[in-house]
């Protein structure tokens, strides 16, 4: 049986026989940096280490998906809603979080669709 260092080779990646998913972090990995870095006194980062765990789940469709929503003027206020709540439902309390926070700046500044 393979060993993931035994997959993860500069020769396998130069002869495309790695894909995305060798390459994703594991959610367990960036929850543990981000213990790290709240006990590094960053609790910004932790958070952010935190949200990536949460995506970390998600597929590549999503996760752009979410990316695109994000953008100024790409969405109304609804659709970031329906993306929170949708969020939520998935287990991704902090990325859901994120959005609403969005949604309320950016329908103070206008940068609704």
Same mark, same amino acid.
């Given at each position: ?22 390459? %994703?972090?594991?959610? @367990?990995? &960036?929850?543990?940096?981000? +213990?790290?870095? !709240?006990?590094? =006194?960053?609790?910004?980062? $932790? *958070? ?25 003027? %790409?969405?109304?206020? @609804?659709? &970031?809603?329906?993306?929170? +709540?949708?969020? !939520?439902?998935? =287990?991704?309390?902090?990325? $859901? *979080? ?16």
């Amino acid at each position: 049986m393979n060993t993931r260092r035994e997959i993860l080779t500069v020769a396998n990646a130069v002869d495309g026989k790695l894909g995305l998913t060798h390459l %994703r972090m594991d959610p @367990a990995v &960036l929850a543990q940096q981000a +213990v790290v870095a !709240e006990d590094g =006194g960053n609790p910004q980062l $932790a *958070e952010n280490f935190l949200r990536a765990a949460e995506l970390a789940t998600m597929d590549d469709e999503d996760v752009m998906n979410l990316y695109e929503a994000l953008r100024p003027h %790409r969405s109304t206020g @609804a659709e &970031l809603e329906a993306l929170r +709540v949708s969020l !939520e439902r998935r =287990g991704a309390a902090r990325c $859901a *979080e994120l959005v609403r926070q969005a949604a309320d700046a950016y329908t103070r500044r206008g940068l609704l669709r």
